[in-house]
């Protein structure tokens, strides 16, 4: 016999009252969201991001950053997350089961979050403690330095619920001060303006943040991101091998990470080159503090500019290599698809001429920060400079973002670092 017609897929869906031995799970949760065919194959494996073209109706028209359900076109759960009508990205799933998101939900996740750093980074004092999606609560980046703790969200359910996410933090880790830098660009297509000030405590001046055992000056109120790359940490000491006791130049310097590593493990001197006058400053003081400014030399240039002004030749002359290593560590050359070329074209030419400052046996550690560029591009990019100059390189090193920023192979959005070292073979 079939089912009447206010039992069929069209049914009007009633609030929904559940309960659980688990002190979170217990909600009302009013509205479900529900997916066209074939839109589900995606949020089952894992990623969290419903799309708003992905949808096929919504049982009532929810708030934005209400806590929804979300069930495929055939009507089975999918999970829970936060809608918003003003983002592209719908819906942002938080768990394949029915929850509700009060202090309790955050603390259990974050303390999950930490103790994966606890394993994967044990003797780290500063690390990314909550990476967004690939911590499943999208939307929201939390990052220890040291006492101090940096927020970060980029999302309308986040951050209608920071009150719950600061009192989790501060009932955890009991820091000195608990930040917001919320001021990323991405805010606006969630309805948000930028947000920045001290959620709890006092922080006056800069933290002196200590990376595999050396300390460096962090200004994490005004400072780039949340205050430096912790994402670079394992690869700063795993590069510095590769240091000896040569010459190394360090492009991109930033505030010294791969450059002090360096000088540490024994390199006789390291060029390190900035734009930013501040951080070149603030290198100088990271290498004085560290008692490495008789090893070091700063230089405050756009590395473009620098690298072809020393590659520089006359016609039937060629570039005298001069160093041992060279790290590349530049900012992202794109933040979408479309410039993708025009960002290779960028990472060719700096490997073009870094490799003609490279001397044979030397070694080339190089990085991409952009997600949209692949791995594959990458290496075929550097490869492709390495044949315009004729060397014939050997890989000895690959590298991804450190273990505090985890990678969920299923979430691509999670993996955006890449990096290799090249030794010139010939």
């Given at each position: 016999?079939?089912?009447?017609?206010?039992?069929?897929?069209?049914?009007?869906?009633?609030?929904?009252?559940?309960?659980?031995?688990?002190?979170?799970?217990?909600?009302?949760?009013?509205?479900?969201?529900?997916?066209?065919?074939?839109?589900?194959?995606?949020?089952?494996?894992?990623?969290?991001?419903?799309?708003?073209?992905?949808?096929?109706?919504?049982?009532?028209?929810?708030?934005?950053?209400?806590?929804?359900?979300?069930?495929?076109?055939?009507?089975?759960?999918?999970?829970?997350?936060?809608?918003?009508?003003?983002s592209k990205i719908a819906v942002r799933i938080l768990s394949p089961e029915r929850i509700e998101t009060n202090e309790s939900f955050f603390e259990e996740r974050i303390r999950a979050a930490l103790a994966i750093r606890q394993k994967h980074l044990p003797a780290a004092t500063s690390f990314r403690v909550v990476n967004a999606e690939s911590d499943f609560l999208s939307g929201l980046i939390v990052d220890k330095y040291e006492d101090v703790l940096v927020v970060q969200i980029s999302s309308l359910g986040m951050d209608q619920r920071k009150s719950l996410i600061v009192a989790a933090l501060q009932k955890m880790f009991s820091p000195r001060a608990i930040l917001e830098r919320s001021d990323m660009a991405s805010r606006k297509f969630e309805g948000l303006t930028e947000a920045n000030g001290i959620f709890t405590g006092e922080l006056a001046g800069p933290v002196s943040v200590n990376l595999n055992g050396l300390k460096f000056e962090t200004d994490l109120v005004g400072g780039h991101k949340t205050g430096m790359y912790l994402d670079q940490q394992a690869n700063y000491q795993a590069v510095s091998q590769f240091a000896g006791s040569g010459q190394v130049l360090d492009c991109f310097s930033f505030l010294g990470g791969f450059g002090l590593h360096a000088a540490r493990a024994g390199a006789a001197h390291v060029h390190l080159l900035d734009q930013s006058a501040e951080a070149i400053e603030a290198s100088k003081r990271n290498a004085a503090a560290n008692g490495l400014a008789a090893q070091c030399s700063f230089e405050t240039v756009n590395v473009f500019d620098w690298l072809k002004a020393n590659t520089a030749v006359k016609?039937?002359?060629?570039?005298i290599?001069?160093?041992?290593?060279?790290?590349?560590?530049?900012?992202?050359?794109?933040?979408?698809?479309?410039?993708?070329?025009?960002?290779?074209?960028?990472?060719?030419?700096?490997?073009?001429?870094?490799?003609?400052?490279?001397?044979?046996?030397?070694?080339?550690?190089?990085?991409?920060?952009?997600?949209?560029?692949?791995?594959?591009?990458?290496?075929?990019?550097?490869?492709?400079?390495?044949?315009?100059?004729?060397?014939?390189?050997?890989?000895?090193?690959?590298?991804?973002?450190?273990?505090?920023?985890?990678?969920?192979?299923?979430?691509?959005?999670?993996?955006?670092?890449?990096?290799?070292?090249?030794?010139?073979v010939r």
């Open positions: 016999m079939g089912l009447p017609a206010s039992h069929s897929s069209e049914m009007i869906f009633f609030p929904l009252l559940i309960a659980a031995s688990s002190p979170h799970l217990f909600t009302i949760m009013e509205t479900t969201v529900l997916l066209k065919p074939g839109e589900a194959d995606r949020i089952v494996a894992g990623h969290p991001w419903v799309y708003s073209n992905e949808i096929q109706r919504i049982t009532q028209p929810p708030a934005d950053g209400e806590l929804v359900q979300v069930k495929d076109s055939r009507l089975r759960l999918l999970g829970s997350g936060f809608f918003n009508s003003k016609p039937h002359e060629r570039v290599p001069r160093f041992d290593c060279i790290i590349l560590d530049p900012p992202s050359f794109t933040r979408n698809r479309a410039s993708v070329p025009d960002a290779l074209r960028g990472y060719k030419e700096i490997h073009l001429r870094a490799l003609k400052l490279l001397k044979a046996g030397g070694t080339l550690a190089t990085f991409c920060c952009s997600h949209h560029v692949s791995t594959e591009f990458f290496q075929d990019t550097l490869l492709s400079a390495a044949y315009d100059t004729r060397h014939i390189l050997r890989r000895v090193g690959t590298y991804a973002q450190s273990p505090d920023h985890p990678i969920i192979p299923m979430i691509p959005e999670t993996e955006y670092l890449k990096g290799f070292a090249f030794e010139v």
